[in-house]
């Protein structure tokens, strides 16, 4: 928890130092955001996995900057998109084998 409460200040001083300067900021993290990115569990171990793949604090302070118009992340490797209010988070989807590209018209 520690370590976590760490990270999200730290994206938190970035989002509010670059803030005054963008009209637009694309935040792009290893882990998820949203629960509703996330596969849906097949086994009970998924379930357990589950606590690994991101954070719901993370969602919660991409969501308090709303110049964060777009949020990607990878770890899971499945492909989902959420929108949350002006945010769009996508999970890319990649994997080791297969490579995908996202293309924003902005």
Do not use: F, N, T, Y
């Given at each position: 928890a520690e370590f976590c409460c760490e990270q999200?200040?730290?994206i938190e001083g970035q989002l509010n130092a670059i803030?005054?300067?963008a009209e637009?900021?694309?935040a792009v993290t290893h882990m998820a955001a949203f629960v509703d990115l996330l596969p849906?569990?097949?086994k009970e171990d998924d379930r357990f996995?589950?606590?690994f793949h991101g954070s719901a604090a993370l969602g919660e302070l991409l969501l308090?900057?709303?110049k964060v118009t777009h949020h990607f992340h990878g770890h899971i490797h499945h492909l989902a998109r959420v929108r949350k209010g002006?945010?769009?988070?996508?999970?890319?989807g990649c994997t080791y084998q297969t490579k995908r590209v996202e293309i924003l018209d902005l």
């Open positions: 999200l200040e730290r803030a005054p300067r637009r900021v694309i849906p569990p097949k996995m589950r606590a308090r900057h709303p002006g945010l769009e988070s996508v999970s890319v």
